[in-house]
């Protein structure tokens, strides 16, 4: 088997604030292989994007404590310096945020976004660049890219946008992508032709790709591995089949319970989670933290579980024997239905 091309090692991100810290990331440990799509799932607050932002280094609040390891073809991204650092973001590790408005600076124009980024990595012609602007824009489906590389971001619609922001993080032809929420805010259908257009660009470019999502059906749709995360900890890790047909952690039943049926009986009202998210600042960590919404709790559920195999490459952070796990999805997953 070849060497993960990144390697996260117990994670941990935490944030000194004045009413005391604010733990974001919890000692997540995962891989990401060469030419894999993994899902990172989870509700907003869970830690995701944190723990991205952390992997590329982009949190610099001096108030922020990072400890860990964070391996990218062998090399702690964590100790490296600056210069060797910028040499690696855009070219070997590229991001797709979350919001391509904020993530585009709107007095520069489509065309001057992806140059720029061309030109930092390699030793091209501003007309090169640009040449090369227009070729990636039209991969991505912009019609008329030659007139539209002048466009500056307002002139162009949302999802539009977000192949702009595509298109600029292909530039370089990374080996790894992080796509921050790529289809937040995007009708149904601008969604998939977006999740297609990874999937394509996916298969051409042989870059891996992590998915931050809290859309069960994006991480069905796209991920060949699926990492569930909850107040800062991974909560559920295996491949998406088995993580989307016999889901093992209570917390991914209350995600997979969210899915509107797409056939049977209609459904009344879609199993919730109840409760609210637990908070970043919560002091008391040595517990399962997923326990004051989990139906199925109890006091063993301290101290916090770690992820245990119970099959070869699924693993999960619950007590619940195995064997009534069956059964126990099976009621947390049972909507209330209307008669036929």
């Given at each position: 088997?070849?060497?993960?091309?990144?390697?996260?090692r117990n994670l941990r991100?935490?944030?000194?604030?004045?009413?005391?810290?604010?733990?974001?990331?919890?000692?997540?440990?995962?891989?990401?292989?060469?030419?894999?799509?993994?899902?990172?799932?989870?509700?907003?607050?869970?830690?995701?994007?944190?723990?991205?932002?952390?992997?590329?280094?982009?949190?610099?609040?001096?108030?922020?404590?990072?400890?860990?390891?964070?391996?990218f073809k062998g090399n702690?991204?964590?100790?490296?310096?600056?210069?060797?650092?910028?040499?690696?973001?855009?070219?070997?590790?590229?991001?797709?945020?979350?919001?391509?408005?904020?993530?585009?600076?709107?007095?520069?124009?489509?065309?001057?976004?992806?140059?720029?980024?061309?030109?930092?990595?390699?030793?091209?012609?501003?007309?090169?660049?640009?040449?090369?602007?227009?070729?990636?824009?039209?991969?991505?489906?912009?019609?008329?890219?030659?007139?539209?590389?002048?466009?500056?971001?307002?002139?162009?619609?949302?999802?539009?946008?977000?192949?702009?922001?595509?298109?600029?993080?292909?530039?370089?032809?990374?080996?790894?992508?992080?796509?921050?929420?790529?289809?937040?805010?995007?009708?149904?259908?601008?969604?998939?032709?977006?999740?297609?257009?990874?999937?394509?660009?996916?298969?051409?470019?042989?870059?891996?790709?992590?998915?931050?999502?809290?859309?069960?059906?994006?991480?069905?749709?796209?991920?060949?591995?699926?990492?569930?995360?909850?107040?800062?900890?991974?909560?559920?890790?295996?491949?998406?089949?088995?993580?989307?047909?016999?889901?093992?952690?209570?917390?991914?039943?209350?995600?997979?319970?969210?899915?509107?049926?797409?056939?049977?009986?209609?459904?009344?009202?879609l199993a919730a989670i109840?409760?609210?998210?637990?908070?970043?600042?919560?002091?008391?960590?040595?517990?399962?933290?997923?326990?004051?919404?989990?139906?199925?709790?109890?006091?063993?559920?301290?101290?916090?579980?770690?992820?245990?195999?119970?099959?070869?490459?699924?693993?999960?952070?619950?007590?619940?024997?195995?064997?009534?796990?069956?059964?126990?999805?099976?009621?947390?997953?049972?909507?209330?239905?209307?008669?036929?």
């Amino acid at each position: 088997m070849s060497e993960p091309l990144l390697e996260v090692r117990n994670l941990r991100v935490s944030f000194r604030t004045r009413t005391g810290t604010v733990t974001a990331v919890d000692g997540i440990s995962f891989t990401v292989d060469p030419g894999e799509v993994v899902g990172l799932v989870g509700e907003s607050g869970s830690g995701k994007s944190v723990s991205m932002l952390t992997v590329l280094r982009l949190i610099d609040n001096p108030n922020c404590v990072i400890e860990g390891e964070v391996l990218f073809k062998g090399n702690d991204l964590l100790t490296m310096s600056d210069a060797d650092l910028r040499s690696i973001r855009g070219r070997e590790i590229a991001m797709i945020f979350q919001d391509p408005m904020t993530a585009l600076t709107p007095v520069y124009t489509a065309g001057w976004h992806i140059s720029e980024q061309i030109r930092a990595h390699e030793k091209v012609s501003k007309k090169a660049a640009n040449d090369r602007a227009i070729q990636l824009l039209t991969s991505v489906g912009i019609p008329n890219a030659e007139s539209r590389v002048n466009s500056y971001p307002h002139e162009f619609s949302g999802g539009m946008r977000q192949r702009v922001v595509i298109a600029m993080a292909l530039s370089c032809n990374p080996s790894l992508l992080i796509a921050d929420e790529p289809t937040t805010a995007l009708d149904v259908t601008i969604q998939a032709q977006i999740l297609e257009l990874l999937r394509d660009l996916q298969s051409e470019f042989g870059a891996s790709i992590v998915l931050i999502t809290h859309d069960m059906g994006v991480v069905s749709q796209m991920a060949n591995r699926v990492m569930v995360m909850y107040g800062g900890r991974l909560v559920e890790a295996g491949s998406r089949l088995d993580v989307m047909r016999e889901p093992a952690h209570p917390y991914t039943w209350g995600l997979m319970g969210s899915i509107p049926p797409t056939d049977g009986t209609r459904a009344v009202r879609l199993a919730a989670i109840p409760g609210a998210p637990i908070s970043p600042s919560d002091s008391d960590r040595d517990r399962c933290l997923f326990a004051p919404r989990c139906t199925f709790a109890t006091d063993s559920c301290r101290p916090q579980p770690g992820l245990i195999e119970h099959r070869p490459g699924h693993s999960d952070a619950c007590i619940i024997p195995f064997s009534e796990r069956a059964q126990r999805r099976t009621e947390a997953l049972a909507p209330m239905r209307a008669r036929t």
